[in-house]
């Protein structure tokens, strides 16, 4: 049975102009919901103290607070506690993909995602960065704290839409080896491109201890393949045309696309990364939730 | 499409025997998926695609096997459609399931189409004859490319319609469309000659060897399928059967036959005087079934005579009908009955010539010897429409004999040579002739003369009787000079005293009429032509100067005028007989000047008969039933032929006596139709069965395809 849209609905929230509309949407209705279950946040390690257990370091006893209150606490740095987040979001050409069932685009899907995603850190205050890629990198914003980076990160993402190749591997390299410092990196993307490509830049990437997760979108079309009817299909990203009698195909077409999530949620166990594949027409609530809950159980 | 469509049909399908031909127009239905095939590739959406090369990926991992089973699908639509139109068109033929799957030699059909009389029989609304016609179309569809035919027409004489082998089937369907069915009996053994003449010229001229099949197209009937038996027919079947393969495709009734034949018509008084009644008796015969009753008709002149509902009891009936004629000269007279199985026997035409009065010559041998006789032509002295013309033999010559019905010759004993063939001729043209003798009877001349005028084994003229005491005998009244004096024991015949006669020796050609107690004969009779001859061994007249004893009180006992009077009656001119005659039987016509005339038939072709070596023009080629007319330049003579009913009979002939080389199985015809209901391949039920599993097939593999993309 169809589940009956809510405010967190892509095809409800296209209706929103404007992005920074949507993202505050998002965030906002997600972290109000948040508060009726305290655990499901960002992060576990937001404290700047904690008491001390037996096999700690001494050399992070605060001393202070053991003479003001005759408690040992560990000391936590400025730096080790604040989380540092990049958003690299794939804005090739393949991402302007919209299915005919879809309220959205998957470009317009990251860019709520990513902007939402950047409001949630922000209010946790751990810094964020974002990355814009296609066939390399395209746009940088430095990781910071600071709420101005909402501002930039939301520039970024309303520049124009994608009209470029992807090749995602390569710009998870390009990723990998430019980031400076270890942190989280989120990559939103499609990530059609060759799976060895891709493996590598996310080896890199965990090379350089970066946590690492993957949100795969797809549209719905893309997995379900629900054509009926005689149809050419004009490859996007230069892939030429192809017409075909879809009914004929679906199956065939269907184990292709399965085979190639399955690789790369392979590749990812393989590399510790953590894969999400989400469904254009899923709300973000619903991605968030999922995306975040399994953070708090990892 | 339709033009290949009228290619398919004109060789594969044109082959079969279909019975509803315009369905084959729904085999074009059998292209329809495949333009919808086409018509779906000119119209497609379009939409852009990210997930690309997955999609190309699908599609050269399966298009082969889309592409098959897509064809498949189409194929089998196709072919469904094909199926159900052909089922539809309902054909009636399949090739021998041997001759599908090997090829077979080329073969020589011998087609053999029975056009006796018969075979006017009807048969579910058409004639026997017809429905051979059908069955000899439906062999040659069932030949093959290289095969050959001959036609022949089993009738009396046969005819060999196509001698030489031809390839061409049209040619032979043609043939066969054309011909006509003959009112003839059958002449079987003439029939297997013919056949046998036809395969040795085929071999002789044909390299390639080939298989014969002589298929006879009959019904079997025993009329004329009896002579098979003969011997000549038993050996030429022997021959024939060493190159080639007999079999019968028969035709027969499915409905009870009911037929009645109008066998004969016969005059009861030949004179045909006018202002006499003329009286009809007319024979029906039962042919086949229960009929109880007939309407008989009567035409004069093409003009409604009278009409008569005749019982029908037992096998054959006669019945007498009165026509009433006031006109002198020849009439048509045609009796038709209801027509039944056979129609053709079931009508009977024949011509009559009325007269004002009879005319008699009498040529004396000497003076007075014919004076009894005239006075037995009249012996009231009344007014009579016989008249007699008494001339002495001398003026013979000066005599116009066409003007009498018949000519009597009183003692005569010698003729000159003109005189003899001047009565030849006069017989020939139907003239009776009643010659009698004398006691100066000069038995060599008398031989000469005789031979003159009558030829063949007739009579041998032996020599004068000794004197003694002779009676007549008339055994059983066989001939009909004497069937009025039976039962009539008053008038003298068996108590006339006799004392001498002319012994004479009869041959084959001569019938004895009456005969003596020493068991010689004393009266002939015979025929020349389409005249007949009476001969009497004494004499019908007495001279006065004669010496010698008499030979008998003849002319002066009771029998005497009525015996003159039968005897005319028999012999006088029958200008109507030799008009009339059974169907295959010579027509004479009348002595002409000319060589040749043309003699129009009753389908209205025209024959040239030339004179042989007969004085008359005599055509023998009345194969049909009815009025066949000689033309000479304005003039005209009508004559008729009539079936012969023993022809019509419907009797089958039991196959089980035929030849066993004669089949009857239809081992290489089996599928031949006889009838609706008997031997037809219900081969529809069989394209409906395979349409059926073609919709299973294509069900299966289009729910497969689906099951396997969901």
New interface residues.
Partial sequence: MERAPTSFDPRVLAKLDGLRLRARHIAEGYLVGAHRNPRAGFSTEFAEHREYVPGDDLRYLDWKVFGRSDKFYLKRFEDETNLLCYLAVDSSESMAFQGPNSGMSKWEYAQCMTAALTWVVLRQQDAVGMLRFDDRVRHWIEATNRSLVLEQVLDALEQPSPTTKGLVGRAINEIARRIERRGVVIIISDFFDDIDEIRSGLRRLRHRHCEVVLFQLLDPAELDFPFDVPTRFRGLEGLGTLRVNPVSLRAAYRQEMNQFTQQLDACCRELSVEYLLVRTDEPFDQTLRRFLVRRRDA | MPSLVLQIQSSVLAQIPWANTPMLWWLLAAGLPFLIHLL??T?????????????????K??ARR?AI??WLVMVMRGLLLAVVALALADPRWLFNSQEIGHKRPPVHWMLVLDGTVSMDAMLLGESRFEAAKKLADQVIDLAAEGDTYSLFLLSDPPLVLIDEPTFEADLVREAIRNVRRRDTGGHLASMLELIQGVQLDAQRVDDERRETRICFFTDLASTTWANIESPECQRRVAALATEATFQICEVSDVAEPNDVAIVAARLRDERLLIDEKISLDVTLRKMAGNATARRLRVLIDGEAGPEATIAIVGTEVRHRIDLDIHQVGEHVIELRCDDDTIPVNDRFAFQITLRDRLRVLILEGRPQVGARLELAFDPDRQQNPLVVTRVPLREFRNQKLSDFDAVFLADVSSLETIEGRMLADYMDAGGGVVWTVGPNVDIPRLQESWQQVVTGDTLQFEGVAPRGQYRFDAGEYLHPILSAFAGQPRSGLSTTPIYQYLRVSPGDDATTVLSLNDGNGTIFSGAVGAGRWVFVTLPWGEARDTGKERWSEVTVWPVFVPIVHETLDWAMRRTHAQRTVTVGEPLRFPKLDRASAEVIDPLGERHVVVRGAEASLVFDGTTFAGAYRLVVGEAEWLAHANVDAAETRLERYDTELLPKVIRTDGEWAEDVVISESNTRLPLYRFLFATALLLLCAESWLTHR??A???
């Fill in positions: 779906s590739r119209r497609f959406q379009e939409t852009d695609w990210a997930a690309m090369r997955f999609l190309e990926a699908a599609w991992r399966h889309l089973e897509q395809r689906r396997s993309n969901d």
